[in-house]
């Protein structure tokens, strides 16, 4: 049947209007309207005519249809790039549960009215004589201004209207009766804020090695024939990725094409625009978090109007509404930041993939450590798989050493730093040379480790680690198995046990004691506050203004630092034993990457990884750079337990002020889970607390639902939104739901 009716989101800046209204829809436009569409409709008890966006099409009236208001027109004048981006935000709301007015803000971000800036000029419109005739009038009758401003124009027939308005002292009146006697007049020209003016450097172009070459050339090769083509490049850290990724973006500007590149933190920015831009030039732009709204909304309207080739930045570049958009790559691939922590909780892969589907751009996934997700894409046909074997510059891969901890304990070493780091960095310092200590503390959930075995506490059930709360229990985040604390190792005995702790303050104070007289940076979340926090100590490092640098998972996410020659991996253990199953593909990419830090320009690189667990799968593999055997091991867990990629799941995340509610609405919503899988044998873990039960007097539960088929489970989330849009019981519940 055909569809008689669409729903029009009206406003996505009014959260008054924050819902769907349904429209009839006119003979002469049936068979032409789609999701995303723009609409010309009256609103309103005056019926005025304002613009709104069609969010869904159906057969079925939701009240009387002959109550309900006609589409007057479809709006020819809007962008096309903005109707493929809601038609982009209505597949986010499918796909990742939310409301189409949350999917909407997160795909069109900057519809908040920001105001533009303005270069204005003031020309002299009449002839030298003509010019000197007025001035004498003007004196002649006193009228000073207007005479002192014409004075000035006939030495300077144009100036800028700041000068005029503030060194002059004119006024505006007084330049509109010279506008209106046609003395001058005043011309406008936008301007747009640019996050990247700063940056200078000649444009360069490097050249290619014969693996670079032959990837580029290959991809290049199906430009037209697959314009949809998905491409997994899988190199080893320092094999050049950067340089593939800028001859495609080339080749597509080429062709007049544009070009989204996606960087896992905001920390990244810095480094890869400078090489972007010594490419490109002033045709590349940067969006993140830490711009102005007024530099956001110039970054998108220069855009939308053609004047950049290349956006580069975090999640919500991918929304960049370029008029033809030719390919999108996602750099560090794998990074967890590239899943979204707000409803909706999309992964920028999967909205990159759609929307390079929409759009027939070609998408390009890169890293030295790929995703599950996308080897197993490469693996059985998704992505056309690409290997880098070598370092760009044939530098060789640091050796790398594994520092078992629970050894430097019984041998009396209680320091952070291992024997073998700290003789590493006296003879590498020493030569003049710079050193970088990665504190790993991604996930960190307080887990219980034995210090003089190894052994951490796990769940009997789900095979993630047990985290410790203040009460003295330990939980499982996936089922809610708890149990109380452990004083003694269960295996060895020991009363070694316990939960680690460490910050990079400490280990900053420690280095300076064992190291005096050499200068230590540290980069965390403290000391990169500032808008430029990130990119002042990238450079001051670079630079070589510090010897050491400190710091969490920012500093080791594909910088590129020639002086380099020590990479210390201070407790690998805190990102092994985090209760995600995901824990042993973080730390293998985590240690990999940090790794990849060490020896980029010629010299030896060192890099010594310290843990309790030295015989763990995960790391035996990051200290060989086997990315291929650690895929195999791990994907046979993954097979085991039912996990992604092999299997699909769905985490519904509930929050609430009272916890006793909360309790009661996760146990009705498993009940209901249950029933509406009927025969299909799913797999439902919790509710259980999250890994963070509490946030500021919130409550908060998850429950789990794994199953091998996502269509399924896509079905089994749209009846949940139904069931808990009409029980009143879950009004004060917030849920949000997280599909892998």
């Not at 007015?101 to 419109?125: C, D, N, S």
């Not at 030495?155 to 006024?171: A, F, G, H, S």
Request: charged share 25%.
């Amino acid at each position: 049947m055909q569809e008689c009716y669409a729903d029009v989101i009206v406003d996505i800046t009014s959260e008054k209007l924050d819902r769907p209204f349904q429209y009839r829809i006119p003979e002469e436009l049936r068979g032409r309207l789609e999701p995303g569409m723009v609409v010309e409709i009256p609103f309103g008890s005056g019926n005025r005519c304002i613009r709104g966006y069609v969010t869904g099409l159906t057969s079925h009236a939701d009240y009387d249809p002959a109550k309900m208001k006609e589409i007057r027109a479809v709006v020819t004048d809007s962008s096309d790039a903005q109707s493929r981006l809601i038609g982009l935000a209505a597949w986010i709301r499918d796909r990742y549960g939310s409301t189409m007015i949350q999917a909407l803000k997160t795909v069109l971000p900057v519809k908040r009215k920001v105001r533009g800036r303005e270069k204005k000029t003031v020309y002299l419109e009449l002839s030298a004589e003509e010019g000197r005739e007025k001035l004498a009038f003007f004196e002649k009758k006193h009228q000073t201004a207007r005479a002192r401003l014409l004075a000035a124009l006939l030495e300077e027939p144009v100036m800028p209207y700041e000068l005029v308005t503030d060194k002059l002292n004119i006024t505006a009146p007084v330049m509109k009766a010279l506008q209106e006697q046609g003395i001058i007049s005043v011309k406008r020209e936008k301007i747009y804020r640019n996050p990247v003016a700063e940056l200078s450097g000649e444009q360069t172009r490097v050249l290619l090695n014969e693996e670079q070459r032959a990837v580029a050339g290959a991809i290049i090769g199906e430009w037209e024939e697959n314009p949809q083509g998905r491409y997994l490049l899988h190199g080893v850290t320092g094999s050049g990725k950067t340089e593939v990724y800028m001859e495609l973006i080339a080749h597509a500007v080429s062709r007049g094409e544009q070009a989204i590149v996606l960087i896992p933190e905001i920390a990244l920015t810095y480094q890869t625009v400078l090489r972007f831009y010594r490419r490109f030039g002033d045709r590349v732009s940067v969006i993140n978090s830490r711009l102005s709204a007024g530099e956001r909304y110039d970054q998108f309207e220069r855009a939308r109007q053609g004047e950049l080739d290349v956006m580069i930045g975090p999640r919500s570049a991918l929304f960049t509404p370029f008029p033809r958009l030719g390919i999108i790559v996602i750099d560090e691939e794998h990074e967890p930041a590239y899943q979204s922590e707000l409803t909706p909780r999309y992964h920028a892969r999967e909205v990159a993939l759609q929307r390079g589907k929409m759009e027939n751009a070609r998408v390009v996934l890169g890293s030295a450590t790929p995703s599950l997700e996308a080897y197993y894409g490469a693996q059985t046909g998704q992505y056309r798989l690409f290997t880098l074997n070598r370092r760009a510059k044939e530098a060789a891969l640091p050796t790398v050493e594994v520092a078992d901890l629970r050894q430097e304990l019984r041998e009396g070493n209680r320091s952070i730093l291992s024997r073998r780091l700290q003789e590493l960095m006296e003879t590498e310092l020493a030569g003049g040379h710079q050193v970088m200590l990665f504190l790993n503390r991604r996930g960190y959930a307080g887990f219980v480790s034995c210090r003089s075995c190894g052994y951490v506490v796990k769940c009997p059930h789900c095979d993630v680690s047990l985290s410790l709360h203040s009460n003295g229990k330990m939980i499982c985040h996936y089922c809610g198995y708890s149990q109380p604390r452990v004083t003694k190792c269960p295996v060895c005995g020991s009363g070694f046990i316990r939960s680690f702790k460490a910050g990079t303050q400490q280990i900053e104070e420690e280095v300076k004691r064992r190291f005096p007289g050499y200068r230590v940076l540290r980069m965390d979340m403290d000391t990169t506050r500032e808008k430029e926090g990130h990119g002042v100590i990238l450079s001051a490092f670079a630079n070589h203004e510090a010897d050491i640098l400190i710091g969490t998972q920012m500093i080791v996410k594909g910088h590129d630092f020639p002086e380099v020659t020590v990479m210390g991996v201070l407790a690998a253990d805190l990102s092994l034993h985090v209760p995600d199953f995901r824990a042993a593909e973080r730390t293998f990419q985590l240690l990999t990457q940090a790794a990849g830090r060490a020896g980029r320009a010629g010299a030896p690189g060192y890099v010594v990884i310290q843990t309790y667990d030295p015989e763990h799968f995960s790391i035996r593999a990051a200290a060989r750079q086997d990315y291929p055997g650690f895929y195999r091991q791990e994907m046979r867990y993954r097979a085991l337990a039912g996990y992604p990629p092999v299997g699909g799941m769905l985490a519904i995340h509930c929050a609430c002020a009272q916890e006793e509610l909360l309790q009661t609405a996760c146990g009705y919503l498993k009940r209901f889970i249950l029933k509406a899988a009927g025969s299909c044998p799913v797999s439902v873990l919790g509710p259980a607390p999250e890994s963070v039960a509490k946030i500021q007097d919130i409550y908060r539960m998850v429950i789990y639902i794994k199953y091998e088929k996502m269509p399924v489970l896509t079905a089994i989330k749209n009846r949940i939104e139904r069931y808990v849009a009409v029980n009143q019981g879950f009004q004060t519940v917030q849920i949000v739901y997280d599909m892998s």
